[in-house]
């Protein structure tokens, strides 16, 4: 998936006095009518823009190779994270950030955004520029939320939070693997 996008001037309350918010979400559950279905956020955030939120899911980050996130395999003397059970009672949404590695966007102009999602790992990409990287990315069991599927597909949504933003150019390709 590709497309352009570029901040505007208008921020709204609650969030008028915070980094502009936006995002692209992408591998979400088939479940309607939910704020923050199960999936992958593309963070569109003044400075943090291509940073990872995992919506009740987890992945493997990407090691990064002096500047640049491997990319499609990850490096193998990298060690899995070890992501614990939080304790009862659990919140109703739980996240993993994935911090991106370098910055790349340009503030106030077109930005070109790319997400390359093949099976179970994806590739953030700001500017022509791979800058995340995320691997085995699996998502919580609707029915046992300690249990987790592997996350390989699922809806796309643009997310407009309290900011005024702009998209164009938007295009989706399946990718043969």
């Known amino acids: 998936m590709s497309l352009e996008f570029k901040f505007g001037l208008t921020r709204y309350d ?4 915070a980094k502009r918010n936006n995002g692209v979400l992408y591998h979400l559950e088939p479940t309607v009518n939910k704020i923050w279905p199960n ?6 955030q003044e400075s943090d823009m291509g940073d990872a939120i995992l919506i ?4 493997w980050p990407g090691a990064d190779l002096g500047g640049t ?14 992501i614990t059970t939080p304790p009862e009672p659990r919140r109703d949404i739980e996240r993993q950030r994935v911090i991106k590695n370098g910055n ?4 106030f102009e077109w930005n070109k955004i790319e997400i390359i999602a093949i099976n179970d790992k994806a590739a953030h990409l700001v500017n022509g520029r791979i800058i995340n990287t995320l691997f085995d990315m ?6 046992n939320r300690n249990t987790f599927i592997p996350l390989t597909s699922g809806r796309i949504a ?3 939070e309290a900011a005024e933003a702009m998209f164009r150019n938007i295009q989706i390709r399946q990718i043969a693997v």
């Open 56 to 59: 009740n899911a987890q992945c």
């Open 14 to 17: 609650p969030r008028r006095l």
């Open 158 to 160: 643009l997310e407009i």
């Open 138 to 143: 699996r998502v919580q069991q609707t029915d």
């Open 69 to 82: 996130p491997a990319w499609p395999n990850q490096v193998p003397v990298t060690p899995k994270p070890v």
């Open 104 to 107: 790349f966007e340009r503030e």
């Open 39 to 44: 999936g992958v956020e593309f963070q569109l």
